[in-house]
């Protein structure tokens, strides 16, 4: 007997929850072909705020946690994300038209890139801090610290791999983050969304949005409460708008940057996204 498949609607993921976006929105995910996939939540600058909201109460608690936890936050997700391979796979496989093996390459990539960043949860501030020497009884140490909420573009011609490649960085350094995934190639970053939720990432952490980047991004870089923009995935917007509008409230930006593979795993990532504490202390004269 015959019967009719019930085609998925994604939603978006914000503070730990799966909300549709309060526009009422959605649009077809097809494939190169125009062959029907699912439906994906369009978020609105009024869900671009929720997530900041969500992002910013959960910094502290992330911020916070030990280097070492962070670490095995991070390897958990990979742990996950190894277990539902088959499903991403095949998700990228109808999603963006390329072989089998091409495919699986990219989620291996995916999973081997939390594995790497994780590694150097308990290692960058010990690589990129220092005790500097001064002049003086005293001593000077300067720490790396997290920006804070993170707003990025992700890379919009990559379903997995450039999605995991930008938001991996940023939760190493302790940073949250709102995220726009690619608008034709959301369904991998949304079944992620799922790897999060049901993962030791705690709510607001990671808040993803699917839709289009156009409209929502520049919400996201005038937004007050928005510590750092990672541009990476806006080389098709007019990213020197959304600069000048950051600029405007002090942020940090990552500007797009090209090649095959722009968000390639590298300690500038992670660095590029904290502040650099100095301290300095009196040396007992006992």
């Given amino acids: 007997m015959s019967r009719l498949a019930v085609p998925k609607t994604y939603k978006l993921y914000i503070g730990g929850k799966f909300p549709r ?3 009422g929105r959605t649009y077809e995910v097809v494939t190169k072909k125009g062959a029907f996939l699912a439906n994906a939540a369009k978020a609105s600058r009024k869900d671009a705020r929720d997530a900041v909201v969500a992002a910013r109460s959960a910094v502290s608690g992330w911020a916070n946690a030990t280097a070492y936890n962070r670490g095995q936050v991070l390897y958990r997700i990979a742990e996950l994300l190894e277990g539902r391979r088959a499903q991403f796979i095949d998700e990228i496989v109808q999603s963006e038209a390329v072989s089998t093996a091409a495919a699986t390459r990219q ?7 939390w594995v790497w960043y994780a590694g150097w949860a308990d290692k960058f501030v010990q690589v990129t801090g220092n005790a500097n020497p001064v002049s003086g009884p005293y001593f000077n140490l300067s720490v790396p610290e997290p920006t804070g909420v ?3 573009v992700a890379p919009q011609d990559s379903s997995l791999l ?7 960085p940023a939760l190493v350094a302790g940073n949250t983050v709102v995220v726009l995934a690619s608008e034709r190639l959301p369904l991998s970053a949304i079944t992620l969304s799922e790897v999060l939720a049901t993962s030791d990432v705690p709510g607001g952490v990671v808040n993803i949005l699917t839709g289009s980047a156009a409209e929502v991004a520049p919400w996201l870089a005038s937004h007050a409460d928005v510590n750092a923009l990672d541009l990476t995935g806006a080389g098709a917007l007019d990213w020197v708008d959304l600069e000048i509008a950051a600029a405007e409230t002090l942020k940090r930006v990552l500007r797009p940057e090209g090649g095959t593979d722009a968000a390639a795993p590298s300690l500038d990532r992670i660095t590029a996204l904290t502040e650099t504490k100095t301290v300095w202390h009196t040396k007992s004269l006992i």
């Fill in 162 to 168: 450039g999605f995991v490649s930008v938001v991996a």
């Fill in 150 to 152: 993170v707003a990025i």
């Fill in 21 to 23: 976006s309060e526009s």
């Fill in 107 to 113: 989620v291996d990539e995916a999973i081997d890139r």
